[in-house]
């Protein structure tokens, strides 16, 4: 049975929890919070939340060591908004603020709530590669930009013109919420790319 894993440290982790659910049941989703549960996970999901505080609860629990070497042997891993950031190898410094230590999986440069006060929140079509029908219903919610895309690293999601989904490998980081608009695909998308046919 495979088993998908969510980062249960800090954000929206019952609704990546009834998200992969609805995908692959809900006995197969799995909440990670220790080395021991993270050994036990076919793929992981990391959620939008505040990246900081995921970034020191990582240390904390002593994941991050554990995370790391999974992330280096080949782990499937889904970063949405905070999670894109974690993963992301090089950030652009918030002005005055504290930020994440990076996981160093995704060749990318990022900013953080690079989207102006007014506009924290909404809700665009995004594109996305292989996927068909209509645009995704992509929710940004305070959410970084995507200023710099490195050699292993590629793109494979769009708003307009501009990058909302990276991936290097069965790494992949979206700057926006696939969970919080009850449209499967995204998470049907990575674990069919990612996983091997059962
Ligand atoms: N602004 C948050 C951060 O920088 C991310 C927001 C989100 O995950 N929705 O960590």
Request: aromatic fraction near 6%.
């Amino acid at each position: 049975m495979t088993v998908v894993g969510v980062l249960a440290l800090q954000g929206d982790v019952p609704e990546h929890r009834a998200a992969f659910g609805a995908v692959v049941g809900p006995g197969s989703v799995h909440l990670v919070r220790t080395p021991l549960e993270l050994a036990k996970v076919d793929a992981l999901v990391i959620p939008g939340g505040e990246s900081t505080a995921i970034s020191e609860l990582l240390d904390k629990g002593g994941l991050r060591r554990a995370l790391t070497e999974r992330i280096a042997r080949g782990l499937p891993v889904l970063g949405t908004c905070a999670g894109l950031i974690v993963l992301a190898d090089r950030l652009e410094p918030s002005p005055g603020g504290r930020d994440p230590v990076s996981l160093q999986a995704l060749d990318v440069t990022v900013r953080r709530n690079d989207y102006g006060r007014q506009r924290e929140s909404f809700e665009a079509g995004v594109r996305i590669e292989g996927m068909r029908g209509d645009p995704f219903p992509g929710v940004f919610i305070r959410a970084p930009r995507i200023l710099e895309i490195g050699k292993k690293a590629r793109p494979f999601a769009w708003r307009d013109e501009e990058v909302v989904g990276v991936r290097a490998g069965p790494v992949w980081g979206l700057t926006f919420h696939p969970e919080l608009s009850g449209d499967p695909r995204v998470a049907r998308a990575f674990l069919a790319a990612t996983l091997p046919a059962p």
